[in-house]
């Protein structure tokens, strides 16, 4: 890692630490907000207008509820018109929203609670509380929410502007010119630096006038990360053995389509085949390849997300371990049991006495 990068994340980890972020407020008291718009003017006058749940300012815009794509009066180009020129996040609630193919800026879409799936060019994301989402600017995709509980979906959408802001005062040793950036479409699994910073937002959005200022710089700082971010992939990606750094790229890119489809649909049945076919490789290649990099096959890499899944909800339901069985993908309670010992020193109904034991004595 050069000087340069880590004194950003000297940076980041010192604005992290001073910034005021809002851990302790209950989210209760958001179904109590009212809807409001606020103008800026010239020379810092403003005024509130309540209007349909939604926070604008010059260079922002909050919005609290899904919009209806459906409604008589919605005028798509003008929504969209909104995410050009606008950094816009998006947090909203609900058991059941669907959306067709749309187009989307440069997003990071993120989960509170539940799960939001996602489908762009035949690959499929599972979004949750752990892991976010980052779609480029221009890519179209759809989305759903399908729950029986309310699922809570918080998005950071970046104008085109600002990213080219943010490009052009990067200092980075061997950045890209800011109109051929592209990020790394792909699942990220929330660390210490990105994770409080989405929090700060969070509750930076949730105010019932929240500061525009704070939003704005904890922007910049969250877009620094995310740059810093794809410097340092930099050493994922050249792990794969290709001649060209663009061949290397390219390849990294379809073996975590294929990861990220066995993470998002692992319970589903999932074929060498259909994998190879989410990667856009030949299936002898892509079994090689996914083996080399992963250092399992694609067989053992859903076994092993399965069985993790199952852990979980062991440790988080009282489903019986039939029916975790098959949530988790497995057709077979008696060969799930075996995998599951095998795996873990443990059967399943043994480890969920364990679990339960060991928080009996915590708590």
Request: net charge neutral.
């Amino acid at each position: 890692m050069t000087k340069t990068q880590n004194d950003m994340i000297a940076h980041l980890r010192s604005w992290i630490n001073h910034c005021p972020i809002y851990y302790l407020r209950s989210p209760a008291f958001l179904k109590d907000l009212q809807p409001l718009i606020t103008f800026f003017e010239p020379g810092g006058s403003f005024c509130l207008i309540y209007v349909q749940n939604t926070l604008m300012q010059d260079d922002l815009t909050i919005m609290r509820s899904f919009p209806n794509f459906h409604g008589s009066s919605f005028d798509l180009n003008q929504y969209n018109k909104t995410f050009e020129e606008k950094n816009v996040i998006i947090h909203a609630s609900s058991k059941h929203v669907e959306y067709g193919e749309h187009w989307g800026p440069l997003s990071m879409k993120c989960v509170i609670k539940g799960v939001e799936h996602y489908e762009c060019n035949g690959r499929f994301y599972n979004v949750d509380k752990d892991s976010y989402l980052i779609l480029n600017d221009g890519q179209y995709y759809s989305s759903y929410i399908y729950s029986d509980s309310t699922a809570e979906s918080f998005t950071i959408n970046f104008a085109a502007a600002f990213v080219q802001r943010s490009l052009r005062a990067a200092d980075f040793e061997e950045r890209q010119e800011p109109k051929s950036f592209e990020f790394i479409e792909k699942l990220y699994a929330h660390d210490g630096i990105a994770m409080p910073l989405l929090t700060s937002l969070y509750w930076q959005a949730a105010a019932e006038i929240p500061d525009t200022e704070l939003i704005n710089e904890t922007y910049h700082t969250l877009f620094s990360y995310l740059l810093l971010q794809q410097e340092q992939l930099k050493g994922e990606i050249r792990r794969i053995k290709a001649r060209k750094y663009s061949t290397q790229v390219e390849l990294y890119k379809r073996l975590n389509y294929a990861k990220d489809f066995i993470h998002s649909c692992y319970m589903d049945e999932i074929t060498l085949d259909k994998l190879a076919s989410v990667a856009c490789l030949n299936s002898v290649y892509f079994l090689r390849e996914f083996k080399k990099y992963f250092t399992v096959t694609p067989h053992q890499y859903v076994m092993k997300r399965r069985l993790e899944a199952a852990k979980k909800l062991l440790e988080t339901t009282t489903f019986s371990i039939a029916d975790i069985c098959y949530a988790v993908g497995y057709r077979d309670v008696t060969s799930f049991n075996k995998l599951f010992r095998k795996n873990f020193l443990l059967a399943p109904g043994a480890y969920r006495s364990s679990v339960e034991l060991s928080c009996k004595h915590n708590c």
